[in-house]
């Protein structure tokens, strides 16, 4: 599977995103609610990560990095909320997206070093963007990548100028992505396959926080099985 993020002007994005909703309950504070009890559970099993060995550590790590992934949707939902509504500020600056993909790279390294996968950064690019939100879009990328990619193949994080634009690429080895997948970035009219399980949230997200930095992500198959997610 492959990512690329490529940047150029664009004029301002519309968001019409529909989050489920519970009368009388805000989406936030039902985040907050269930983040909670999550980080308690994630602080006790890296606790007993640390303090045992073999198989019960191997199976307490696991547990840790699916509950991280857990916390990145529950922020995706809040977050996609926010932006529907126009609450969540966009602070656009120059800047190194090397420096932006380290960060990235450190927040997914416990899911990477669980499948035995080497995340390699070549090249940089400066381009305008929200440090933040461009660290977790590159997230959500590297996640589906580690995800769904095969154990103990690296996945290549390539950062080119092309042009008036920077480019980002995620490539792995992995499957190719699900039509229900390109149907969530307007590939397909209609898909006949869902999406994978957890990918569809992080795409939604991810597609969002890519327009509300003038960027565009896109999925496009590839030959041998893998697809291609670039932002123009």
């Given at each position: 599977m492959r990512f690329e993020l490529r940047?150029?002007?664009?004029?301002?994005?519309?968001?019409?995103v529909v989050v489920f909703a519970i009368p009388n309950l805000p989406v936030s504070r039902l985040v907050h609610d269930l983040l909670n009890p999550?980080?308690?559970?994630?602080?006790?099993?890296?606790?007993?990560?640390?303090?045992?060995?073999g198989e019960v550590r191997e199976a307490a790590v696991e547990a840790a990095v699916e509950l991280c992934r857990a916390e990145r949707m529950l922020r995706d939902i809040q977050d996609l909320?926010?932006?529907a509504r126009g609450e969540l500020p966009i602070y656009l600056a120059s800047a190194s997206l090397a420096e932006v993909a380290?960060?990235?790279?450190?927040?997914?390294?416990?899911?990477?070093?669980a499948r035995g996968v080497k995340i390699?950064?070549?090249?940089d690019a400066r381009a305008p963007c929200d440090i933040g939100l461009m660290r977790r879009l590159i997230v959500n990328l590297l996640s589906i990548a580690l995800r769904y990619g095969p154990e103990r193949v690296p996945i290549d994080l390539t950062i080119?100028?092309?042009?008036?634009?920077?480019?980002?690429?995620?490539?792995?080895r992995g499957p190719a992505v699900a039509q229900g997948e390109r149907a969530i970035l307007g590939g397909d009219e209609a898909?006949?396959?869902p999406p994978r399980p957890g990918a569809a949230l992080g795409l939604a997200f991810s597609e969002i926080a890519a327009r509300a930095q003038n960027?565009?992500?896109?999925?496009?198959?590839?030959?041998?099985?893998?697809?291609?997610?670039?932002?123009?």
């Open positions: 940047f150029r002007s664009r004029p301002p994005i519309r968001y019409d999550i980080a308690s559970v994630k602080a006790n099993l890296e606790f007993i990560a640390q303090s045992v060995s909320d926010r932006l380290k960060g990235a790279i450190l927040e997914v390294a416990p899911a990477a070093a390699e950064l070549r090249g080119e100028v092309e042009g008036d634009r920077a480019r980002i690429t995620v490539l792995d898909a006949s396959a960027a565009l992500l896109q999925v496009e198959a590839r030959e041998g099985g893998s697809a291609t997610i670039i932002v123009i």
